[in-house]
């Protein structure tokens, strides 16, 4: 999905290991800054801080959703107003700011929704999220993340933090979810193709 512009592009091809691996998420959880924004803080001369959010990644959460039966959640060390009110215009129950200790956030995630690690996925860009990425059953980085993050990440986006890379591992997500359901339904050779 290079460039973010869905349908024009391939699917990107998985090994039958990671297709397996998707197969089993239920929940999808994702950092904030340099996945869902480009990084970057932009302050006025007012000193008020903004923040720049694709779109595109929104309807990857609503895509998530409405399409596969999976919900987003937000793991992010940021505590700000501007990330509080982005998750409540995308509907997102699933919200922990100011998560210094990701790993634990993850723990308790497993424990109150009675799932396993490998029934998570997580994006994520930067050091902090290397721990989760670790323990989650499927894991994937922005094109531009840390270099520690890119060589643990099971999937590295083509696009950038803030530019579509949540989008791309959504509809990665979605496509493979819809392929396994397809395989269910025997003999009907339906099942719809998002890409």
Known sequence: ??????????????????????????????????????????YSREGEEMKL????????VERLRRLVNIETGLVTG?????????????????????????LSVL??????????????????????????????????????AFISISETAHLIMENKGGQGAFREFAEIIIYYKNRQYENTKEGTGRGSHYW
């Open 1 to 42: 999905m290079a460039g973010g512009h869905a349908g024009k592009e391939k699917m990107k091809k998985l090994s039958k290991e990671l297709i397996e691996r998707v197969h089993r998420i239920k929940l999808v959880l994702t950092d904030c800054d340099g996945v869902l924004t480009d990084g970057g803080v932009y």
């Open 53 to 60: 959010f694709s779109v595109r990644d929104g309807m990857g």
């Open 78 to 102: 940021e505590n700000s107003e501007i990330v509080r009110k982005r998750v409540e215009k995308l509907g997102i129950r699933e919200y922990h700011p100011g998560s210094i200790e990701k």
């Open 107 to 144: 723990k308790n995630i497993i424990r109150n929704r009675k799932l396993s690690a490998e029934e998570i996925a997580y994006i994520g860009d930067d050091s902090n999220d290397l721990e989760i990425m670790q323990q989650s059953g499927l894991s994937a980085c922005p094109s531009d």
